[in-house]
């Protein structure tokens, strides 16, 4: 079992910056994918970023790329997802999501049914 805790979400002006943290517990997730979606009210859940076990592999949904960047320290058990130029149509909760299913994955899963642990969720808001 791995407990996955975000942190870092909140209210931020058009054009802003945010980074987002998941924190894992119970069980390290050095040797797996793992990966940030997004939700928004009304919305189906959303693919944001991916990141291999190594870091060395990542992957963005095409309205995030250029803008935001997710990496991973390992010795620390966390991932981060830094956010720029943030736009209203970014607002959501944002989650962090684990791949346990296989160690040492390159080819990053982009739909949420490949992920088998997630995190509560923290909500970004961005004003326009």
């Known amino acids: 079992q791995v407990q996955l805790v975000e942190s870092g979400g909140g209210l931020v002006q058009a054009g802003g910056s945010l980074i987002l943290s998941c924190a894992a517990s119970?069980?390290?997730?050095?040797?797996?994918?793992m990966a940030w979606f997004r939700q928004a009210p009304g919305k189906e859940r959303e693919f944001v970023a991916a990141?291999?076990?190594?870091?060395?592999?990542?992957s963005y949904a095409d309205s995030v790329k250029g803008r935001f960047t997710i990496s991973r320290d390992n010795a620390k058990n966390t991932v981060y997802l830094q956010m720029n130029s943030l736009k209203a149509e970014d607002t959501a909760n944002y989650y962090c999501?684990?791949?346990?299913?296989?160690?040492?994955?390159?080819?990053?899963?982009?739909?949420?049914?490949?992920?088998?642990?997630w995190g509560q969720g923290t909500q970004v808001t961005v004003s326009s």
């Open positions: 119970g069980r390290t997730v050095s040797r797996y994918a």
């Open positions: 990141i291999s076990w190594s870091g060395a592999s990542t």
């Open positions: 999501a684990a791949d346990l299913n296989v160690q040492f994955r390159q080819i990053l899963a982009m739909t949420h049914d490949e992920y088998d642990y």
